[in-house]
């Protein structure tokens, strides 16, 4: 028996055993070395290699066998031995291999030595000999692990890949190293953990290592990344609900626009969320919320990051116009003008004609114009507007283009005002031309051409139809007036009218016309009373006879006496008798 002491062992008979494994030992050795052992051996080369270069190993052995050829293999160690060449030594001679590197290479190589024609002799191995395999970099790519366009306060993940080995990585935002505390880079990666809306900008990854002095770089592609505001668009109207990412046991919750704790009487909280049932633009702004614990009478406040609401008021429905311009003395466009009084920008304008869509643009001020070309003389469709800013679309009524060049003639009449004393006070001439679209009247008093309004007149433009001249009737006023009407998009025809000459005296004098007529209709009822009269008394005197006659004759005498009354006053008792008498008689003829 015997008993092991931690790592001392206490028995004579083990030492005696331990002693004839030694002789043994000797005695193998020394057989070995008549010729039937292999000694081991030595392996030299390079430990670095570039890649697609040749590297020379050498593998010795001594001592050489007598008499013996030794075959050198040279192999990589790995999961299993890879041969990589043979090499024959037949008088103790090096072997060499001439190798052609590769990435596989790369890794623990050893020789094995091995006596070519005696199986007895078993085969021995080198120590092993690190081989690192140089690839440089070539070409670098950087994948996207999450989105490049992010809101602020979210993660941004990039990893840069190459084809090179011993690489170091760089990274770059907008061609400068970064620096930022909140990123961070490890190798082929880049992570930022909480962006800002200075994290915004190009990214690229720089891959470069170097070999026997050497250095390899290769750049990336450029990444685009764009960190918004946290933004939500709503429109009037509509509903905006909000909910607190803070959860927790015993919180509470306050919610805050602008910085200012929200009151309005139509928002509505419950716990975490926030309801507003019909927004307006007074809901703009920043919203933040913040989640408040208090625990063993301390409290703890988070605050979430702010996300910016827009409430947008929705397009109104567009007005349409259009106006001729001139490129040159051929060619003609029509710009049309299309413009929402309502509506947050941008809003997306959109032209249509009869058979469809025309043209679109994005404006920033609620207008647009589109220019469409057109041929003089011909009559083009008719136009509408629609517009859209993200809610519904708007639409304009459809507007007919007509464009016609001015043809004559050209008439120009007036009327007047009169004062009290039948004299004329005031004057409007009114010009009018027979076609044209697009009309520019012109004004000219002796052949000097009138503004817009003057001390004495105002031009009142009625257009298409007409052009009023108001006149105050004066000494200055006087003289002859003409209008000239040309296209507002084309100086080249021109039409005036006649002139007239407008004075005082002129205005006031009755033409000899009219006097005539005047005159003329006097006479006209003078004798139209006259012949009534005539027709009258032949027709009496035919009807009644010489009663007619008789009660003339008493209507003429009691005229008479009429007149005679105021001449005599002294005989008047008298000639009443005469009269009583008369009327007497008169009654006894009666009863006869």
Known sequence: MFVVHGSKVTSSPLRMFASVVVAMLGLCHCSNHNGTFLGTPELSGPSEALENTVAVFECKLLPHPENETVLMTLLNRGSTDTWLGDSTSLAGEAATFNLVVKPSHAGALVCQARAQNNSNIKPTFSNTHDL????????????????????????????????????????????????????????????????????????????????NGTDFT?????????????????????????????????????????????????????????????????????????????FRGIDYVSRSWEINVTVKAVVSDPDISFAVL??????????????????????????????????????????????????????????????????KTASSGWLPIKIEKVKGPVSLTYDYDIAENFAVV???????????????????????????HGSFYYVFNQLPEQSILILSVGRSSAGTYHCVVSNSFDNTTTISSRGRHLDKEVLNRLPVLVVAVVFGCFIFLILLVGTCCGFGVI??????????????????VAYEGELDVSEYSDGADALRTVGDGFDQASDASSDE
């Open 539 to 556: 027709y009496r005197r035919r009807e009644y006879g010489d009663k007619f006659l008789l009660e003339m004759e008493r209507r003429v």
């Open 132 to 211: 690192k395999v140089f690839e440089p970099v070539s070409s670098a790519s950087v994948s996207i692990m999450s989105s490049t366009t992010i809101f602020e306060g979210k993660e941004l993940y990039l990893f840069c890949t190459t084809d090179g080995n011993n690489v170091s990585f760089t990274w770059l935002q907008n061609d400068q190293p970064i620096s930022s505390p909140h990123v961070m880079s490890s190798d082929p990666f880049l992570w930022i953990y909480r962006t800002t809306q200075a994290d915004s900008g190009t990214y690229v990854c720089e891959a470069s290592n170097s070999f």
């Open 426 to 452: 005031g004057v409007r001439l009114y010009c009018k031309v027979a076609a044209g679209s697009h009309l520019r009247y012109q004004w000219f008093l002796n052949k000097s051409l009138l503004q817009d």
């Open 326 to 391: 001139m490129e040159d003395s051929h060619n003609f466009s029509v710009g049309v003008t299309c413009q929402s009084a309502v509506g947050t920008p941008p809003v997306d304008f959109s032209l249509y004609n009869g058979t469809g869509l025309v043209a679109n643009v994005t404006s920033a001020d609620r207008r647009a114009v589109f220019r469409v070309p057109v041929v003089f003389g011909e009559h083009l469709r008719k136009f509408r507007c629609q517009a859209n800013n993200g809610a």
């Open 218 to 294: 290769t750049r990336s592609q450029e990444v685009n990344v764009t960190v918004k505001e946290p933004r939500m668009v709503v429109f009037e109207g509509e509903e905006l609900r909000l909910v607190c990412p803070a959860d927790g046991i015993n919180m509470s919750f306050t919610w805050l626009l602008n910085d200012q704790p929200i009151s309005s009487p139509h928002v509505w909280f419950s716990d975490r969320f926030l309801w507003i049932n019909s927004t307006t633009q007074a809901d703009s702004g920043n919203y933040v919320c913040e989640a408040s614990i208090s």
